[in-house]
T-cell receptor, first 113, second 116 residues
Framework: QQQVKQSPQSLIVQKGGISIINCAYENTAFDYFPWYQQFPGKGPALLIAIRPDVSEKKEGRFTISFNKSAKQFSLHIMDSQPGDSATYFCAALNTGTASKLTFGTGTRLQVTL | NAGVTQTPKFRVLKTGQSMTLLCAQDMNHEYMYWYRQDPGMGLRLIHYSVGEGTTAKGEVPDGYNVSRLKKQNFLLGLESAAPSQTSVYFC???????????????FGPGTRLTVT
């Protein structure tokens, strides 16, 4: 049973456009929602994270929107750049359980010129 | 700081062979994890450890064993490799404290394993 569902599987956006990736979770015990960015041949790295007590968090061009009642959260990349081309994973964590992350299936983003 | 390192980077095994993947971290993290990454399936937790000498099963533990004899090292073993274990394996570590900064997991560069 997949506890974190992520869409789309792949995304092509023009340079300067907005990239939007969506995730939905089932387990209401999750209380920490990070996004990881992975470049080819590298391990994932934390990009941005949010707690459910806020509805939005922004860091530079990256914003997480969080809807607790709908159990959904999304990543918005503003002014997308070719250097943003990577695979993005949403994840969820119950902070009471040894920091075990549950990952979504990933979105491969390609930003074209 | 090297962060999280993994050895080897690539390996090809025949069905039935055994091998050990080594993960090392120099950040004095308590928690360590082994994941496998397969196309379309994201990262799935194999085993994890909350401290030296302790290990626990994750989501997909069958066919794998682990050991954490030293705080900085976490070993993943395949006793009898199967083609279904062809994957990219990632090790990660994290701090054990509370607070928003403590939940970040730091990943190694991965090991690409092919079982023929």
């Amino acid at each position: 049973q997949q506890q974190v569902k992520q869409s789309p599987q792949s995304l092509i956006v023009q340079k300067g456009g907005i990239s939007i990736i969506n995730c939905a979770y089932e387990n209401t015990a999750f209380d920490y929602f990070p996004w990881y960015q992975q470049f080819p041949g590298k391990g994932p790295a934390l990009l941005i994270a949010i707690r459910p007590d806020v509805s939005e968090k922004k860091e530079g061009r990256f914003t997480i929107s969080f809807n607790k009642s709908a159990k959904q959260f999304s990543l918005h990349i503003m002014d997308s750049q070719p250097g943003d081309s990577a695979t993005y994973f949403c994840a969820a964590l119950n902070t009471g359980t040894a920091s075990k992350l549950t990952f979504g299936t990933g979105t491969r983003l390609q930003v074209t010129l | 700081n090297a962060g999280v390192t993994q050895t080897p980077k690539f390996r090809v095994l025949k069905t039935g062979q055994s091998m050990t993947l080594l993960c090392a971290q120099d950040m004095n993290h308590e928690y360590m994890y082994w994941y496998r990454q397969d196309p379309g399936m994201g990262l799935r937790l194999i085993h994890y450890s909350v401290g030296e000498g302790t290990t626990a099963k994750g989501e997909v533990p069958d066919g794998y064993n682990v050991s954490r004899l030293k705080k900085q090292n976490f070993l993943l073993g395949l006793e009898s490799a199967a083609p279904s274990q062809t994957s990219v394996y990632f090790c990660a570590s994290s701090y054990s404290g509370t607070g928003k900064e403590s939940y970040e997991q730091y990943f190694g560069p991965g090991t690409r394993l092919t079982v023929t």
